[in-house]
């Protein structure tokens, strides 16, 4: 059950972001997790509920897009996807395959809520906020 | 170097052996991960190493905040190797970056052929394969080639040594190898300082 300290260190990403942003909570969290991994989707997101608690992340949905592992040939520069096992040769010239994708454990973006009514103004009043302050 | 396994492939002994054939030629240390005991640190200590066990409990790896803990109450900046002996497994420690610049996984022959294939992840991974205890190869019926070849499917660019770490046989191949690789690491790391 390693996913457990997977979800915990997302929790804290999610918390640290969300307070630089002074966010009043956490709406999505967005992640790519690659099938060369030894995470499990399922195993993640069971591990995510439990790691979320009493957080700003409390209500947050955690959306997994899982990312197919995909290799080329260094020198045919053919790629495939490895589908039952995993052979790093290239079948045709015999050569050693890279690996394109299927590694990835990524947060995309982080969605929060930053507490502002959304009102006509809000982009104005972002700007003068923005503003230094003299 | 982050040394992997799974559970009795043999880690403990073959760092044993290495540090024998090593001992005086660079400093080195040790850090040891598992569930429970100090046993493999009493091991290392015995040779006169400085050792430092982290017990995770019920955690199946090490993981870098472990590691970062570890180095408060164990300094090693007067090192030239430290040694990262994870927990005894062939799944999770796979993903679980510790600032390693070396990776080594080790697989006894009695394990089976197909251990590379399995888990193609931990074996992908790796910098160099240990294969360790050859001098049961003939008992456990085991067909070195199958297996390496088998390592190489899944990672065609790994560094494989065939050795015994009890009987000593293969051993000094591997100590000259990593011998020169942690010269040339050191000469790289002071260029980039």
Known sequence: MHEISIAESIVQIAEAKAREQNARSVQIIKLRLGTFTTIVADALQFAFEIARQGTLSRDARLDIEIVPMVVRCVVCEASTQPVRGVCLICEQCGFPLEIISGEELQIEYIEVDSGKEKSPWSQYQNEFQSKPMY | ?193
């Open chain 2, 1 to 193: 170097m982050n040394l992997m396994s799974a559970p009795g492939a043999g880690k403990t002994t073959l760092l044993e052996a290495t540090i024998k054939a090593l001992q005086g030629k660079f400093r080195l240390a040790v850090i040891e991960g598992d569930l429970q005991t100090d046993l493999d640190a009493q091991r290392i200590q015995a040779l006169g190493v400085r050792a430092y066990q982290i017990t995770t409990g019920t955690t199946c790896h090490l993981d870098a905040r472990m590691v970062a803990r570890a180095l408060d109450a164990f300094p090693v900046n007067d090192l030239d190797l430290l040694v990262i002996e994870n927990v005894g497994n062939l799944i999770c420690p796979a993903s679980f970056d510790l600032g390693e610049s070396l990776r080594v996984v080790v697989c006894s022959v009695a394990e089976g052929p197909e251990k590379p294939k399995k888990y193609p992840v931990m074996f992908n991974k790796a910098n160099v394969v240990l294969i360790n205890k050859i001098d049961l190869a003939e008992a456990s019926g085991m067909d070195l080639k199958e297996l390496t070849a088998n390592v190489r499917e899944v990672n065609p660019n790994a560094t494989i040594f065939a050795l015994s770490a009890r009987t000593g046989e293969g051993m000094p191949v591997w100590t000259d190898w990593l011998q020169r690789a942690v010269a040339v690491h050191a000469s790289v790391a002071m260029v980039s300082v």
